[in-house]
């Protein structure tokens, strides 16, 4: 069975872009954990990107797509809110259900990318890591998973027979 891991940033101090020492530190605790991986894909906001080296692998793609939803989705739907939330909103047919298609045919490509039995790491931002999952699997018990993830944190998702079929929520 292939799997995706879509997890947030680690910590950075604002206003500065770049992960802090408490952000590599822990990036690098969680990456211990993780993997391998056949395809690692981030945001192409520094922070994403230091991330997955941190958590100690090498990046093969950068994609804006992951950096950050639009206006109108954080209008609808602000950052941050729980998973359960951003279900709801993109249920509801608007700008947040756009950018949850456009997600899923971004992560749908990745998943028939891989070889058998494959994974991949994507390393993006608050809100589309939750947005993320939504996209992948809308009619999932959200109201389970709680609040948004924090840095690190996020989901793995499982695909089988060109779908997926089952996700679980990564906390740190």
């Not at 958590?55 to 989705?73: H, I, P, R, W």
């Not at 951003?86 to 456009?102: E, L, P």
């Amino acid at each position: 069975m292939k799997t995706l891991e879509i997890r947030r940033h680690s910590f950075r101090t604002q206003p500065n872009e770049h992960l802090s020492q408490k952000g590599v530190t822990l990036a690098r605790k969680v990456g211990k954990k993780m993997g391998p991986f056949q395809r690692v894909i981030t945001s192409t906001l520094p922070r994403a990107f230091e991330t997955a080296i941190a958590m100690g692998f090498a990046v093969d793609e950068q994609n804006k797509l992951l950096n950050t939803y639009s206006e109108a989705v954080d209008a609808e739907v602000p950052w941050p809110q729980t998973f359960a939330v951003y279900a709801s909103a993109v249920r509801t047919g608007g700008a947040a259900a756009k950018y949850a298609r456009r997600l899923n045919r971004f992560y749908v490509e990745l998943m028939e990318s891989l070889p058998k039995d494959g994974a991949a790491l994507v390393v993006n931002h608050g809100g589309v890591v939750e947005l993320s999952a939504v996209a992948c699997l809308p009619d999932a018990d959200y109201e389970s998973f709680g609040p948004q993830c924090e840095q690190c944190e996020g989901v793995r998702l499982y695909w089988k027979k060109g779908k997926f079929i089952k996700i679980k929520l990564l906390r740190v």
